[in-house]
Nanobody, 126 residues
Framework: QVQLVESGGGLVQAGGSLRLSCGAS????????MAWFRQAPGQEREFVAA????????DYGDAAKGRFTISRDNAKNTVFLQMNSLKSEDTAVYYC???????????????????WGQGTQVTVSS
């Protein structure tokens, strides 16, 4: 069983930056594919970014490309999401997710991820 805990959310002005962290415990973090999703009020959960177990493959949703960077530190069982040039439309609850299956590549499909954190709120004021 994998437990995920997100941190780093908060209130930031448009144009600012935030760095989200997701700490993992249980399982074998270094073998997990990891991802960030977000959900704004009244909207469906949206793919933000994903990273392979060794960090060599990364994928981003359209809204994140060019502004967000996903990274991981397997020695610290942590995945990060650096968010720059934030916009009001980035306001959402951000969730960390883990896919423990060792086969296959990273996915933008939320159904591929078995473990989820409780989420951290990001609010961008305009």
């Amino acid at each position: 069983q994998v437990q995920l805990v997100e941190s780093g959310g908060g209130l930031v002005q448009a144009g600012g930056s935030l760095r989200l962290s997701c700490g993992a415990s249980g399982g074998t973090f270094s073998r997990n594919k990891m991802a960030w999703f977000r959900q704004a009020p009244g909207q469906e959960r949206e793919f933000v970014a994903a990273i392979s177990w060794y960090g060599g493959i990364r994928d981003y949703g359209d809204a994140a490309k060019g502004r967000f960077t996903i990274s991981r530190d397997n020695a610290k069982n942590t995945v990060f999401l650096q968010m720059n040039s934030l916009k009001s439309e980035d306001t959402a609850v951000y969730y960390c997710a883990a896919d423990s299956h060792t086969s296959g590549t990273i996915s933008a499909d939320a159904d591929e991820y078995e473990y989820w954190g409780q989420g951290t709120q990001v609010t961008v004021s305009s």
